[in-house]
């Protein structure tokens, strides 16, 4: 049984490697850099940081991360979970991305809306450094805002564990983590008022699990948004979240066919 799974790892293993060298990666990069990881979390050794440069629609983007947010990018660029937004191109100039990490949302989406202003919102600051560089790269015209996002604004512990690319707010129990780290937590109408912004063409919200809270609790910017495109994480439901959108006139649908479940929400 142990021998077919590990078959059944490989193979996906080499399916995502095929992915990344549609993304620009020579042949057998993925595969080693997995492996690599694997081995250095047997040893407990870190995951150094490297820059990668990967081919993101018909452009050219580079990044410095480590393998674990290789996650992440099997999402953004492999998978293009995002590409549903092609349908707004020309009609965005305010993107809100709740959820930063390193940049790679926000990277991708700007290939559809060159000329868009982005906020950024990002809690982890292990992350906020790196994140900055990555959006100043590639051109991305930004503002980072290190805190959570949620339904009211102020003081919250964020979870973390080893790897960066994955925290979650306390309260939401997604993943087991060993740490904790203190946040200051603001809300989307602190980002507008911050940014001068009256309304946002472009939601993007990828947060762990707080968009149950944040869309259901305090919610009436949402009178102010174009369109959502997020992630539904399973401490809740996509019933449940359409339900917080309908009075808004937002309908959401199940778009792509990325192995996570992400969701674009326009008006009626």
Request: a neutral charge; proline letters at 4%.
């Amino acid at each position: 049984m142990n021998i077919w799974r590990s078959l059944r790892g490989l193979s996906q293993v080499w399916a995502d490697d095929d992915g990344f060298r549609k993304a620009g990666r020579p042949m057998g990069w993925y595969v080693f850099t997995h492996y690599a990881a694997r081995w250095r979390d047997r040893k407990g050794q870190q995951h150094p940081w490297q820059m990668v440069k990967f081919k993101v629609r018909h452009h050219t983007q580079s990044y410095r991360l480590t393998s674990e947010h290789l996650g992440a990018a099997l999402g953004v660029l492999v998978d293009e979970e995002y590409a549903a937004v092609g349908r707004f191109e020309g009609k965005v100039s305010r993107v809100l991305d709740l959820g930063g990490n390193v940049g790679m949302g926000s990277g991708y989406l700007s290939t559809f809306f060159p000329h868009a202003e982005f906020a950024v919102v990002e809690p982890d600051p292990r992350n906020l450094a790196v994140l900055s560089d990555n959006l100043a790269r590639n051109g991305i015209v930004s503002r980072i805002f290190g805190a959570a996002i949620g339904s009211s604004a102020g003081m919250m512990s964020l979870r973390v564990g080893d790897n960066p690319a994955c925290s979650s707010l306390q309260g939401v129990e997604l993943h087991e983590m060993s740490g904790a780290v203190d946040v200051s937590v603001m809300t989307v109408p602190d980002v507008m008022r911050v940014m001068g912004w009256q309304s946002i063409d472009l939601v993007k919200m990828d947060i762990e699990g707080a968009e149950k809270d944040v869309l259901s609790i305090n919610n009436q910017w949402l009178n102010h948004v174009g369109a959502l495109i997020l992630e539904v994480h399973p401490n809740t439901t996509p019933d449940f979240i359409q339900a917080q959108l309908a009075p808004f006139s937002l309908k959401m649908k199940r778009v792509g066919t990325g192995r996570e479940p992400v969701f674009l929400a326009v008006r009626n």
